[in-house]
């Protein structure tokens, strides 16, 4: 690829970007090159700096940034006589997504069954949903919402492999993970997925546990739940992750909301477990719902604000509460995943991981059934577990989507109307001196002079 930066014939600024989203509806222009966004909201001007990656930055774009803040701060607008920006996009036409696909990838991680017993062995789901939404599809990466329920998720396949992969450390219990798509879309993806158990499959899950934004807390997480806190499958779930909360020094608290039938939203991934009557419950670090659409990995969901400890510690949280409820060790203090030890969190696997989410735009409508992402994902839980299966199904008709996530920015310096006048003034001047030369070495003075006489009259002509 060539220059990103160069200065054509014409004397104006032209610079190709990597990637440009314009959202009409809002009347916004929002535009990322390497390490920055750009955002011209409403007449209002904002820059955001953007942390991922070491490419180095580019002194003539940063000029950019700098002169138009600083007119912009200054409260005085471009004119004809200041001069300013042109910003010129070109982009095809979107077209509209007929049927757009959603993903899921599911890997199991078999429990070992003692001879002769004719019973099925419960299940319990890990369960993350991987895709995302902003108003720049190709910019949202969702570091936490939900990169770090994805990197969470891999890494307890990663330790319970180890567990598993011995029949001595093998639990009683199948463990079931589940990447879903369709998040932002009320889980749509995770519906579609569920919908897909035969009915021993779906009695057979003890509980289920959704991770949902777990990088960007400090010392409280909430578990959300659907069934009334007396129950007793959500009461030994919620005593079983205090104990082990409090041993790590994390503050977890229940919150309980009913399910409305009636109503289309959902706002946690546990609902869809829910309303199939299977015990679930959501791990996150948001104390209420967000709205449809909302904190599902936008612009402002980044690298730079995702805690690499808070994920490390969610996982500890979710790995050895699980592991104490497989092996029956509810109430000891035996740390099964302790530091320093081959069952240790592998914090380089994490970042890496999380280095990888934090540039991959995810939403959904926009990753083919083979994208290179999804490929990446069902690779590593085939690391990981067995009977991996990816699901193919089409997104519900509750949005209408449209292509065309990338296009160019052209911003061109445009001259002020002074410069364009004293340009005309050199201009003419330097042509009239050339003339008068030409005519003085060719036709001497005095023709010169005659050109600017004034002519006789008819009458003296007559006479």
């Not at 004809?80 to 997504?97: C, D, F, M, N, W």
């Not at 509980?207 to 997480?221: E, F, H, R, V």
């Not at 299977?278 to 996150?284: H, I, K, P």
């Not at 509750?398 to 050199?426: E, G, H």
Request: charged content about 20%; proline content about 5%.
């Amino acid at each position: 690829m060539g220059p990103l930066l160069t200065r054509s014939s014409k004397k104006c600024l032209y610079i190709t970007l990597n990637t440009v989203s314009i959202i009409l509806g809002y009347g916004w222009v929002t535009w990322h090159r390497r390490s920055y966004s750009f955002a011209l909201h409403s007449g209002q001007i904002g820059f955001t700096g953007r942390t991922g990656g070491s490419l180095p930055k580019d002194d003539e774009i940063d000029a950019v940034l700098a002169d138009v803040k600083r007119n912009d701060a200054s409260g005085q607008p471009a004119t004809a006589t200041t001069g300013s920006y042109k910003l010129v996009v070109s982009a095809p036409e979107p077209k509209r997504i007929a049927s757009p696909a959603i993903t899921n990838i599911q890997g199991w991680l078999p429990g070992l069954k003692a001879d002769g017993d004719p019973n099925q062995l419960p299940t319990i789901a890990i369960v993350a949903s991987y895709d995302t939404f902003g108003t720049a599809p190709a910019l949202s990466v969702g570091s936490d919402s939900n990169g770090s329920g994805i990197v969470a998720l891999l890494e307890i396949a990663r330790l319970f492999s180890l567990l598993y992969s011995n029949p001595k450390t093998r639990g009683r219990y199948n463990l079931l993970f589940g990447l879903t798509s369709g998040g932002p879309y009320n889980y749509n993806g995770t519906h579609k997925w569920l919908r897909s158990f035969d009915q021993r499959l779906r009695e057979s899950i003890d509980y289920a546990i959704c991770l949902n934004s777990i990088g960007s807390w400090d010392n409280k997480l909430w578990i959300h739940v659907s069934k009334p806190p007396e129950n007793a499958f959500i009461k030994q779930i919620f005593e079983g992750f205090s104990t082990v909360a409090e041993e790590l020094g994390i503050e977890v608290s229940l919150k309980h909301k009913k399910i409305n039938i009636s109503n289309p939203r959902v706002a946690w991934e546990h609902e869809q477990f829910s309303k199939l009557r299977v015990t679930a419950a959501t791990l996150t670090e948001l104390s209420a719902p967000p709205e449809l659409l909302e904190m599902t990995g936008g612009l402002s969901d980044s690298r730079h604000f995702v805690n690499e400890d808070a994920i490390v510690r969610s996982i500890k949280l979710v790995a050895e509460s699980i592991a104490r409820h497989v092996y029956g060790y509810q109430g000891k203090n035996i740390q099964i995943f302790a530091d320093d030890t081959s069952l240790a969190v592998n914090a380089p696997y994490i970042r890496s991981w999380l280095d990888l989410l934090s540039q991959t735009p995810r939403v959904a409508p926009f990753l083919s059934k083979n994208d290179p992402f999804v490929m990446a994902l069902k690779k590593e839980l085939e690391d990981h577990t067995h009977e991996v299966n990816v699901q193919h199904e089409v997104l519900d008709g509750m949005f209408t989507i449209y292509d065309s996530t990338k296009a160019k920015l052209n911003i061109y310096q445009v001259a002020s109307v002074t410069f364009d006048l004293l340009l005309l003034l050199v201009l003419g001047s330097y042509l009239i001196i050339l003339f008068t030369f030409l005519v003085i070495t060719t036709r001497g003075l005095d023709d010169l002079i005659s050109l600017f006489r004034r002519p006789p009259s008819r009458k003296v002509k007559a006479a």
